[in-house]
């Protein structure tokens, strides 16, 4: 599967922004799908997963109540719409997926995907 992000851009703190995953190949709806997050001089880390259905979503304690993952099986697509963004979300976002878990698991480390977009940039001015 090929992965495009996009809907990044620079918003002042306290705005939102949604970014969007577009997959192309295999068939989506097989993919575990996620976002993560790498500041510069930082580790990339684990932002929200979602289950292949989309029944069961996670996300790290840092976004929890601001960010929201969600995903349409039918355009091959996952969102990451987020609000109330902080100077601290500022990072270079990436979607990742893949396909090798049971239905409503959710992956929630790097090494658990195998496929990675190329990252789309936030940017949170205070």
């Known amino acids: 599967v090929q992965l495009q992000a996009s809907g990044g851009g620079l918003v002042q703190a306290g705005g939102s922004l949604r970014l969007s995953c577009a997959a192309s190949?295999?068939?989506?709806?097989?993919?575990?799908m996620g976002w993560f997050r790498q500041a510069p001089g930082k580790e990339r880390e684990f932002v929200a997963g979602?289950?292949?259905?989309?029944?069961?979503?996670y996300y790290a304690d840092s976004v929890k109540g601001r960010f929201t993952i969600s995903r349409d099986n039918a355009k091959s697509t996952v969102y990451l719409q987020m609000n109330s963004l902080k100077p601290e979300d500022t990072a270079v976002y990436y979607c990742?997926?893949?396909?090798?878990?049971?239905?409503?698991?959710?992956?929630?480390?790097?090494?658990?995907?195998?496929?990675w977009g190329q990252g789309t940039q936030v940017t949170v001015s205070s």
């Open positions: 990742a997926g893949d396909y090798r878990y049971s239905d409503e698991y959710v992956a929630r480390v790097t090494r658990e995907y195998e496929y």
């Open positions: 190949g295999r068939t989506f709806s097989r993919y575990v």
């Open positions: 979602i289950s292949r259905s989309g029944g069961s979503t």
